[in-house]
T-cell receptor, first 115, second 111 residues
Framework: EPEVTQTPSHQVTQMGQEVILRCVPISNHLYFYWYRQILGQKVEFLVSFYNNEISEKSEIFDDQFSVERPDGSNFTLKIRSTKLEDSAMYFC?????????????FGPGTRLLVL | KQEVTQIPAALSVPEGENLVLNCSFTDSAIYNLQWFRQDPGKGLTSLLLIQSSQREQTSGRLNASLDKSSGRSTLYIAASQPGDSATYLCAVNSGYSTLTFGKGTMLLVSP
């Protein structure tokens, strides 16, 4: 069964450094998402992406964050200057059409630790 | 703004028991509701999706119900097994497929 994959599984970085989290959505899916989960807290929506542009973003997704689909398969989340509070599990998700009636498929996540 | 609440926060049961997990949401204008399973340190596995027009969905030992007007959903697990131990998350889709999650119910099924 097709899966959403994410790399790396774990990343440790110093505060102020840039990080890029990578995702490969399911191949025929058209809508892509990033969510994050701070330890012990709810999964929170960050951003959705369709047709090479952001569809929706939350208050969390400020100027430090950006997303890109650099080629036909990868979907990336960049954090330009990491802060301690960016430490979290970051999940990528995708759905095929985005009609609101489909299951969202999540990747296994990238655990980011900012020191 | 949609808020999703799940109770109980944690539940411990002996193997074989039937159990119910609860989810409530504040805005009844939803497209669908999804139940996920999350194992410690892992990703989210979709268990069931209920459309706003549906009342329930079943998959194996799992049954999810939806009462949109009252803003409630339940996940019923029959004949629980130790392998069911995980955190169960409820998430509602209020538009554009963006999901709003509850904090989850941590379930422990003891042999």
């Amino acid at each position: 069964e097709p899966e959403v994959t994410q790399t790396p599984s774990h990343q440790v970085t110093q505060m102020g450094q840039e990080v890029i989290l990578r995702c490969v959505p399911i191949s025929n899916h058209l809508y892509f998402y990033w969510y994050r989960q701070i330890l012990g807290q709810k999964v929170e929506f960050l951003v959705s992406f369709y047709n090479n542009e952001i569809s929706e973003k939350s208050e969390i997704f400020d100027d430090q964050f950006s997303v890109e689909r650099p080629d036909g398969s990868n979907f990336t989340l960049k954090i330009r200057s990491t802060k301690l509070e960016d430490s979290a599990m970051y999940f990528c998700a995708s759905i095929r059409i985005g009609t609101g009636i489909e299951t969202q498929y999540f990747g296994p996540g990238t655990r980011l630790l900012v020191l | 703004k949609q808020e999703v609440t799940q109770i109980p926060a944690a539940l411990s049961v002996p193997e074989g028991e039937n159990l119910v997990l609860n989810c409530s949401f504040t805005d009844s204008a939803i497209y669908n509701l999804q139940w996920f399973r999350q194992d410690p340190g892992k990703g989210l596995t979709s268990l069931l999706l209920i459309q706003s027009s549906q009342r329930e969905q079943t998959s194996g030992r799992l049954n999810a119900s939806l009462d949109k007007s009252s803003g409630r959903s339940t996940l019923y697990i029959a004949a629980s097994q130790p392998g069911d131990s995980a955190t169960y998350l409820c998430a509602v889709n209020s538009g554009y497929s963006t999901l709003t999650f509850g904090k989850g119910t941590m379930l422990l099924v003891s042999p």
